[in-house]
């Protein structure tokens, strides 16, 4: 069974310049997690889905983030005019919901530097 | 508000030593998960194990178990018979039941070293 797949492994950007972020998760998990992990921390919830649908999004910063899951499968996460505070690695994960076992597994992440 | 606390930042053992990680955790809720994962240097989290708060059984997978204190509201990771390929840093993890929903806060870490 392949794991969660995270595309690019490494973006380094220019502040006000905008990058985006692809996951595809283990094939029928419905959940999918998208975490941002400064250096030295451990990883913070910003936005999940269940299928296509946002179920908590209270921790994106909305003027500059944005996260969709149209088709219930991939998922791409954008950061519009990055700043350096957005430097950290984001990582990717899923889960079935169903069971109420709710381990996640989790891609390798994208490194990201703000300059 | 809920809050994820991993005491010591470093650990470290030798080679087949017990080696115990704590963490305490602040909940309101009555029904929550504790998890821990380890992070790979590859960048990787890996699931290790996980404990139920409804659960009073002793969680053990491998040479993975906790020690589950509900009232001090504190779970200890502990790993047996150590090996190097057990250094990375390990994660404690608390997933709240919410209407709606779930909550989840990771703690800070704890890096461990496993010499030969």
Known sequence: EAGVT??????????GQAVSFWCDPISGHDTLYW???????????????????????SQLPSDRFSAVRPKGTNSTLKIQSAKQGDTATYLCASSLSAGGRWEQYFGPGTRLTVL | AQKVIQVWSTASRQEGEELTLDCSYETSQVLYH????????SGEMVFLIRQMSSSTAKERSGRYSVVFQKSLKSISLVISALQP??????????????????????GSGTRLLVSP
Do not use: M
Not at chain 2, 85 to 106: I, M, N, P, Q
């Open chain 1, 6 to 15: 995270q595309s690019p492994r490494y973006a380094v950007l220019q502040e």
């Open chain 1, 35 to 57: 975490y941002q992990q400064p250096r030295d921390q451990g990883p913070q919830l910003l936005v999940y889905f269940r299928d296509e649908a946002v179920i908590d999004n």
């Open chain 2, 34 to 41: 504790l998890f821990w994962y380890k992070h790979l240097l």
């Open chain 2, 85 to 106: 390929d057990d250094s990375g840093k390990y994660f404690c993890a608390l997933w709240e039941l919410r209407t709606g929903g779930y909550k989840v806060v990771f």
